[in-house]
């Protein structure tokens, strides 16, 4: 999990989210989306989540960080470059946002 320093919180774990959410956030709306930890802990709306092919990394969620690392049939290359083609990456600290029942994942 990452680490980011907060105004507020000082040092804190943060979740990174899809442009999409981030707005839903700015706005104090409670967001909707899929909470994914294969990379650290990251947070996307329905849309990016379907758009860019999350659910085929499905099998990954279950294995531990270290071990997901050690997976070496493409899948982690592909997660990977997934990651990347999320427009509008932020992080959030987990202290300053609450999360309700409103995440799929």
Request: proline letters at 3%.
């Amino acid at each position: 999990m990452g680490v980011m320093i907060c105004e507020v919180h000082d040092r804190v774990d943060f979740v990174e989210t899809c442009s999409h959410v981030a707005q839903r956030l700015d706005q104090s709306q409670v967001p909707s989306g899929h909470r994914l930890t294969i990379l650290g802990n990251l947070f996307i709306c329905e849309e990016c989540f379907e758009a860019l092919g999350f659910a085929r990394f499905a099998s990954l969620a279950a294995l531990p960080l270290e071990d997901a690392v050690e997976v070496q049939d493409g899948r982690r290359e592909l997660l990977d470059a997934t990651y990347e083609r999320i427009e509008g990456r932020r992080p959030f600290c987990l202290k300053c946002i609450s999360w309700t029942d409103a995440t799929n994942a």
